[in-house]
């Protein structure tokens, strides 16, 4: 726990991610979404410190990040039956469209992510360094976040299209 790092806004999503677990659970569907919120902060610190920055260590923390959104998505949505507020002017091929669109965006963002630079050349950046945390950290913490809730969307996207089509309750 000595090389943790604590800067102050992935600290600040995660304390605001818990607080919307901790209030909204069982109200919304969308709550699922804050452990994106939370696991990014985490994950940051675990993978710079146990993992070097390849394409194949972005995706597993991209991954990590969207398998506990998806598992909370599915139990509030099918257990706890909780309402999916629709938009009716949405056909399946549109939703099926956004959503592929939505995976790919996820996928190249977190291929890119692997081969930012690690160095810090001017003010601007040290100012970043600061709130964000040093530049592999933030690197991570950001896809683990944007590409994370990104993929967990496309997927509960794509879950309800096939939901809707084979009219599962």
């Not at 994106?36 to 390849?54: C, D, H, K, Q």
């Not at 690690?118 to 913490?141: H, I, M, R």
């Not at 590409?147 to 096939?162: E, K």
Request: charged share 10%.
């Amino acid at each position: 726990m000595s090389n943790w790092l604590f800067p102050p806004v992935p600290v600040f999503f995660a304390l605001f991610g818990l607080w919307m677990i901790y209030s909204g659970w069982g109200k919304h569907w969308s709550v699922a979404f804050s452990t994106n919120l939370v696991l990014p902060y985490f994950y940051g610190n675990i993978f710079v410190a146990n993992f070097s920055r390849t394409p194949a260590s972005m995706f597993i923390a991209v991954f990590l990040t969207m398998i506990p959104c998806l598992w909370a998505a599915f139990y509030l949505v099918l257990k706890l039956k909780v309402a999916v507020l629709r938009n009716a002017e949405f056909s399946d091929t549109k939703s099926f469209f956004r959503a592929a669109g939505f995976f790919l965006s996820a996928a190249i963002v977190t291929y890119a992510a692997a081969f930012v630079p690690s160095t810090c050349q001017n003010a601007k950046c040290e100012t970043g360094v600061s709130l964000f945390g040093p530049l592999d950290y933030s690197v991570v913490w950001a896809v683990c976040m944007w590409s994370g809730s990104l993929a967990s969307g496309s997927v509960l996207l794509f879950f309800d299209i096939v939901r809707r089509r084979f009219n599962f309750r």
